[in-house]
């Protein structure tokens, strides 16, 4: 493990470099842990500088460079013509997916920003490698002393280009290997690179910072004012998630408890959001299957999931999905409301969630996510000791508890 050579102090000047989705001028509350950490950083250290580089995808295309000042917010900022002069590649290929020109002007923002405004900064936290390579570069020529790689998500075989997932990893494996600390959301992940063969005592230190919440997020209504028979699924509508097997699975459901009903709230792709239409009405579940859409914001979404009194995490089982190494935040966000979660074997903290005794794992298909529902539901005594076990679990899923800890094994605090 690398040696410590300095700490944190009030005047440290701290740098983040991550992602958020923009629409209509706004950021979706969907992004690279924007929020939780400018809060945390912003209220303990002078200086905090974000640079929020827009999303393929977004309405706008330059990097943003919001500055904290003594835990207040003080101006607003834009790269530099530098960076700005790739609009017209970036307007070219400005679609929701992985795009090398982005990836070009992430690492470009971050050079632009330090050595453009000449920074000296104490701690770099990069969010995904390109970030975390360029925090690299500035540190070998003396402008960072500190650099942190935050993973959100990580797959040995996240692209099915063989070259791309080569190229990559071989980014996730440089980025690991010098950085002073990887932040990963799982440690799913640091298991994952050991078995592709990471040598692990060169590399920088496994630090688990885990997908968290804040305190007055996590709140619960009594049972009472909860709705019976009620479920919810909320997240994204891709199909590896599941939402469709959520659907399948409610006419067994209904047969027993026939008020029962499936609350889907997210967006996705129109195609995603068309077939799971098409699927509620083919199974004549115009009644019992409440399709809400995207929720703009976290507020809202967690006053819709605390109503409810079962979620439903019913991620399927694909080899090559992201979410057999990820942090699934729809569990946590499940226990920070309050509710038990059913889900599959996929998702690593869906086996925390069942240690906690908050949730029951079960095969990703229709069948056997219906009948762990109905045992639940058909148990009020279980149901109960499930809904207080999420309870408990969740008052210390906090992120000042899962940054605070980051850094103290950093030996930064």
């Known amino acids: 493990m690398k040696v410590n050579l300095i700490m944190l102090t009030y005047d440290s000047r701290i740098l983040i470099a991550t992602f958020s989705p923009w629409k209509n001028g706004k950021r979706l509350p969907t992004n690279g842990m924007v929020e939780p950490l400018v809060d945390y950083f912003s209220g303990r250290y002078t200086d905090v500088y974000l640079l929020d580089q827009p999303h393929p995808g977004s309405d706008i295309l330059v990097p943003r460079i919001e500055v904290y000042k003594n835990g207040k917010f003080s101006k607003i900022k834009s790269s530099s013509f530098f960076v700005s002069a790739l609009s017209p590649l970036l307007a070219a290929q400005n679609v929701s997916a992985t795009q090398i020109s982005f990836k070009l002007r992430d690492f470009l923002s971050v050079i632009d920003l330090v050595i453009g405004q000449k920074l000296k900064i104490d701690l770099f936290i990069g969010f995904e490698s390109v970030n975390a390579i360029a925090g690299i570069f500035l540190k070998k020529v003396g402008f960072i002393k500190k650099v942190v790689y935050y ?40 298991v994952a690179r050991k078995e592709l063969g990471y040598n692990m005592e060169k590399f920088s230190p496994q630090i688990l910072a885990p997908n968290a919440f804040f305190k007055k997020e996590i709140k619960f209504l009594p049972f009472e004012k909860t709705k019976p028979y009620s479920i919810i699924y909320a997240g994204t509508l891709g199909l590896e998630n599941g939402p469709d097997l959520a659907i399948q699975m409610m006419p067994q459901i209904i047969k027993k408890f026939p008020s029962a009903s499936l609350t889907i709230a997210g967006g996705g792709r129109p195609e995603d959001e068309s077939l799971l239409k098409s699927l509620i009405q083919k199974l004549n579940l115009e009644k019992n299957v409440n399709f809400v859409g995207f929720v703009p914001t976290n507020r809202e979404l967690y006053e819709l999931v605390r109503k409810h009194r079962l979620l439903i995490a019913p991620y399927k089982a694909i080899r090559e999905s992201v979410r057999w190494y990820a942090d699934a935040v729809k569990i946590r966000m499940a226990l920070a409301c309050g509710l038990p979660v059913v889900t599959t074997q996929v998702p690593p903290n869906g ?44 008052k210390e899923n906090t992120w000042e508890n899962s940054y605070t800890n980051a850094l103290k094994k950093m030996g930064l605090i």
């Open 151 to 190: 993973v959100s998500d990580f797959s040995p075989k996240r692209y099915k280009s063989k070259w791309f997932n080569k190229f990559y990893l071989f980014l996730d494996k440089t980025a690991v290997r010098y950085s002073d600390a990887t932040w990963n959301v799982s440690d799913a992940m640091t």
């Open 351 to 394: 086996k925390l969630a069942e240690k906690a005794g908050a949730g029951i794992i079960t095969k990703d298909n229709p069948k056997d996510l219906a009948k762990t529902v109905i045992d639940i539901f058909s148990n009020k005594k279980q149901y109960l000791k499930m809904m207080n076990a999420a309870r408990v679990a969740a």
